[in-house]
């Protein structure tokens, strides 16, 4: 008790993440805030909706923005949002290393098993540490040592240790929402570099990962490069104990589930249904990255199309991808050959009457995401490397009917917890192609048994859960820290 009142009972949440979870819409009318999407702002602000996040008298989610602070004083929010913002200003070019830099051009690929793509520039890892330094500098103003930080992702690597310096009581959680590669990758990064990612990490009081597998993979290389002493999960380091462990991010399970009987969805949902007639429909969504596996998949569905031609004009993939990152030339020279690809595709198996692949370059509205997960027989989710996948989770959960088929892959965090999908190696096209095929022709029976099966974890298993797990982790921990402390 005595430590609960030294720590005081009115805390905080602080939410950092690299992008705050709105951009400011310009238009004739005025400046209006306007909800942005994405696997890590889902997530969190469902959490922030729900009760259980009213144990903190204020929730503040700290982010860069988008827009320019003038634009942004100008705005004027139409919906008055759960929580509140506190947008970071950083110049152009200084974004730019950090953000298109070390983050997407470095940390990204590297931790995606894409090493050949890294771009191990000084200048991007230095604007990194310096975009990092700003958001610490900001949040001292307004911090209160009984406050709660919640770090997320690897644009924010450094950032605990930043915040820890200044003040040593905080209690500070950290999430990581991509894959942590195994140490034979992350050791190519340079040495003094490597050691500023870990230690940076090693501020926070908790550090989740989705996987036991990344969590292990963690533990070697803070082995190997800090040499920390390690005990089961327990990290000590630099006097202190830090918590690690594997948190797989959920969904918000009803929304989904419930989204599949809104009007607007059902309208999308029959329009769909018309236009594909009597033909089969195969459904992917992604954004448009090297490491969501989308040549693999299309190489896959020819690969079905040529095993099986009977099945020519009587099925059709709709792939949409979501434009991402395109100002990053990597991502920039994939759109080029994805569009190259699916013209040939098309030219080659289609016909007047049939094209095999229909393709959207471009955002869906929620109800046209949720009619298409609930009007197609069949999703095809092929990642190389994907620290968790919500696409995939959020298919499941839109199928009230308890009917469609996942084929997932392997290499996706989520295929730990999706185990009655089909599971494929996105690197073996022939397995694709027959997963495809045993999916588009599986019973209703075994459809429903493998969905309600996995509806029943995502359920148990959503986002509240995955937050409420890992804020008890972080209870835990700071009551622990302060009992070591004189009163
Ligand atoms: C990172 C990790 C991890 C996508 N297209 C549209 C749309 N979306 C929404 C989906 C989903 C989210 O964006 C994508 O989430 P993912 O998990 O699939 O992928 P990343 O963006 O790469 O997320 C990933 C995640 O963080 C969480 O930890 O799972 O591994 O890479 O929610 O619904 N939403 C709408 N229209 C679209 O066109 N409305």
Known sequence: LLHDLKKGKMSKLFIIANRLPVTVEETAEGNFYRQSSGGLVSAISAYLRLEDSNQFTKKIWVGVSECAE????????????????????VPPKLYEHYYN??????????????????????????????????????????????????????????????????????????FLHIPFPSYELF???????????????????????????????????????????IDHRTISWDGRDIQIGDFPIGIDYNKFQGASS??????????????????????????????????????????FL????????????????????????????RK???????????????NINWQPVIYQYGHLSFEELVG??????????TPLRDGMNLVAKEFVASRRDRQGVLVLSEMAGAANELTE?????????????????????????EQERRMTAMQKRLQEYNVVTWAKEFFTALARISSEQMKKEPL
Not at 71 to 82: D, G, H, K, M
Not at 143 to 166: C, F, S
Not at 422 to 444: F, Q, S, W, Y
């Open 187 to 229: 050791r190519v990064i340079p040495r003094e570099w490597q050691h500023e990612l870990l230690s940076g990490m090693l501020g926070a009081d908790v550090i989740g990962f989705h996987t036991e597998d990344y969590l292990q993979h963690f533990l070697t290389s803070v082995r190997k490069v800090i040499k920390a002493r």
């Open 421 to 445: 999908a089909l599971l494929i190696n996105p690197n073996d096209r022939k397995e694709i192609a027959k997963m495809i095929k045993i999916g588009l022709e599986m019973t209703p029976d």
């Open 101 to 174: 830099g070390f983050s997407n051009s470095v940390l990204w690929p590297l931790f995606h098993y894409f090493p050949s793509f890294a771009d191990y520039q000084p200048s991007y890892f230095e604007g990194y540490l310096k975009v990092n330094a700003k958001f610490a500098s900001e949040l001292e103003r307004i911090l209160d040592p009984k406050d709660t930080v919640w770090i997320h992702d690897y644009h924010l690597l450094p950032l605990a240790a930043m915040l820890r310096k200044k003040f040593p009581q905080l209690t500070i959680g950290f």
């Open 372 to 381: 298409m997960y609930t009007a197609c027989d069949l999703a095809l989710i």
């Open 306 to 333: 040529v095993q099986n031609p009977h099945y020519k004009e009587k099925v059709v993939f709709a792939l949409v991808i979501v434009p991402s990152r395109d100002t990053i030339s990597k991502y920039a020279e």
């Open 262 to 303: 809104d009007h607007g969805v059902l309208t999308k949902r029959s329009e769909y249904l018309r236009s594909k007639l009597d033909k089969r429909l195969i459904f992917s969504v992604d954004r448009l990255d090297y490491s969501k596996g989308v040549f693999n998949r299309l190489k896959g569905y020819r690969e």
């Open 70 to 89: 003038r634009v942004w004083a100008s705005a004027e929010s139409v919906t008055p949002p759960e929580y509140d913002f506190k947008p970071v200003f």
């Open 336 to 350: 080029k050959l994805i569009d190259e690809y699916i013209g040939n595709f098309n030219s080659r198996y289609g």
